[in-house]
Structure formats: structure tokens, C-alpha cells
């Protein structure tokens, strides 16, 4: 069974620094993965995705992740974080060809000034 | 519409009573999820519809929650005879495709079981 695992529950970082959210995933098949941030009282909204190709993933408002088949993970990063990044960022894994999708626990990001 | 509506957006019960969610996909968007999310945790798989047909309910908790999405649109997710466990945000979102696209979720229903 596939598993995504979100080791920081809360990571608070000052305004423009750089951030990084891990995420590592177990699965004996090839998997999609994905990316996602939920504002406060709204729903999940996607960041970026991996399905095949280069490993570097760029997304919305600056973000970007690699994906590490060896270490199985996909962690996300910003260079330069500004408030309005506040907010919970969820990993997800979808097994290739299938409808299951995997989300984790999230991580909430705080972004102070 | 442009995005995925759920509604209500907001739904205190009373323990015992029933309450019906609903949520209205994108337009031709064929695959259609429920997830339940409960406080400071990812969304958890409840259902999966592929046009009208429920392929998958393994995530349902209980016999009291139902899901049906009857023309292949709009669906509804019904929990009869509440109880406090049932408390969270009901999401629910739609795909074009399942497995490699992107899921489009609404913004969620919140029920609160009294």
C-alpha cells in the first residue's frame, strides 16, 4: 500500500527566506505526485505535479519540488517566502494509472514579517 | 460554473438527525471524489465516481454515509443518524481524468454534530 508521510507538522519561517517542506511517499510502483496548499477556509488548490520527465518541478507562486526516486521523496521549496504564503501545504501520490490518491498529513507553513 | 460548489458551506446537526452534502463538479468532468477531513489532518478517500458509477466506497466509514451521483453530475453525500465522530470538512473535488490529472476540489462543507 502507498503511504505519504509529512515529518514537520508546523515550520515557521521569517519573510524572505528560503523554505523547504519535505515529503516522502513508500510505494513499490511508480506513482504520480503532487503538491497542494489550502487557505484557511478553502479548499485544496494544486501547487504542482509530477507525473513523468524531468525531476525539477516548477509550479505556481514560485514554488518548486525534485523528485528523488531513490530517497522516495518530493520535498517543495522556496527561495523567498512572503506572507501570503501562510497557509497548509498537503503531499499527495496517485499509483500511475489509478483513481487513489494518497494525501498527507500536511505541513502548516507560517510566514512571519 | 466555473469551479466545484459544494454546499452547504456550513451544517450543525444534531446527533440522530440526518443531513444530505452536496457538490456540483466542473462540467465534464467525469471523475468525481468525496474525502473526509478532520481537523489538522490531510483528506481521507471516501468515494470515487467514474460518471454515475460508484467505483470505489471502500473509504466509507459506516453504513450511515451514502453517496450517489445519479446523471453523472451533480452529487450528494448523505449521512443519516449522525454522530460526533462524524464532525469534519467534506470535500469534495473532480477530474478530468483519474490517476495522472489534476483533482479540483470545492471549498468544502463543515459539519458540526451537535
Known amino acids: 500500500a502507498q503511504s505519504v508521510t509529512q515529518l514537520d507538522s508546523q515550520v515557521p519561517v521569517f519573510e524572505e527566506a528560503p523554505v523547504e517542506l519535505r515529503c516522502n511517499y513508500s510505494s513499490s510502483v511508480s506513482v504520480y505526485l503532487f503538491w497542494y496548499v489550502q487557505y484557511p477556509n478553502q479548499g485544496l488548490q494544486l501547487l504542482l505535479k509530477?507525473?513523468?520527465?524531468?525531476?525539477l518541478v516548477k509550479g505556481i507562486n514560485g514554488f518548486e519540488a525534485e523528485f528523488n526516486k531513490s530517497q522516495t521523496s518530493f520535498h517543495l521549496r522556496k527561495p523567498s517566502v512572503h506572507i501570503s504564503d501562510t497557509a497548509e501545504y498537503f503531499c499527495a501520490v496517485s499509483v500511475s494509472g489509478t483513481y487513489k490518491y494518497i494525501f498527507g498529513t500536511g505541513t502548516r507553513l507560517k510566514v512571519l514579517a | 460554473g466555473a469551479g466545484v460548489s459544494q454546499s452547504p458551506r456550513y451544517k450543525v446537526a444534531k446527533r440522530g438527525q440526518d443531513v444530505a452534502l452536496r457538490c456540483d463538479p466542473i462540467?465534464?468532468?467525469?471523475?468525481l471524489f468525496w474525502y473526509q477531513q478532520a481537523l489538522g489532518q490531510g483528506p481521507e478517500f471516501l468515494t470515487y465516481f467514474q460518471n454515475e458509477a460508484q467505483l470505489d466506497k471502500s473509504g466509507l466509514p459506516s453504513d450511515r454515509f451514502f453517496a450517489e451521483r445519479p446523471e453523472g453530475s451533480v452529487s450528494t453525500l448523505k449521512i443519516q443518524r449522525t454522530q460526533q465522530e462524524d464532525s469534519a470538512v467534506y470535500l469534495c473535488?473532480?477530474?478530468?481524468?483519474?490517476?495522472?490529472?489534476?483533482?479540483?476540489f470545492g471549498e468544502g462543507s463543515r459539519l458540526t454534530v451537535l
Open positions: 509530477y507525473l513523468s520527465g524531468s525531476t
Open positions: 462540467s465534464g468532468h467525469v471523475s
Open positions: 473535488a473532480s477530474s478530468f481524468l483519474a490517476g495522472a490529472g489534476e483533482l479540483f
